[in-house]
Nanobody, 111 residues
Framework: QVQLVESGGGLVQPGGSLRLSCAAS????????MSWYRQAPGKQRELVAR???????NVADSVKGRFTISRDNAKNTLYLQMNSLKPEDTAVYYC?????WGQGTQVTVSS
């Protein structure tokens, strides 16, 4: 089992940037894939980006070219760098690994 704690959310203007972090503990970090999801009000939770244990990445078409997923195995931490943010990126962002979810961090993009 793994425990996940997200941080880094907040309020940002359109066109701005944020970096989300997800600290993992309780399992061997390097052995599993990790993902970022988001859920906007009234919408289903959707996959934003995924990174394998070896570092291969996939991102959703809606954020391609703007968001980058990465991991620091020495720090047991997953990241999501979000650039050129849009109001439609407003959501609660969650990390997921081994079937476990973090508590989420709110990202609000508004002027």
């Amino acid at each position: 089992q793994v425990q996940l704690v997200e941080s880094g959310g907040g309020l940002v203007q359109p066109g701005g940037s944020l970096r989300l972090s997800c600290a993992a503990s309780g399992s061997i970090f390097t052995l599993y894939a990790m993902s970022w999801y988001r859920q906007a009000p009234g919408k289903q939770r959707e996959l934003v980006a995924r990174i394998s244990s070896s570092g291969s990445t996939n991102v959703a078409d809606s954020v391609k070219g703007r968001f980058t997923i990465s991991r620091d195995n020495a720090k047991n931490t997953l990241y999501l760098q979000m650039n050129s943010l849009k109001p439609e990126d407003t959501a609660v962002y969650y990390c997921k690994a081994l079937g476990q979810w973090g508590q989420g961090t709110q990202v609000t993009v508004s002027s």
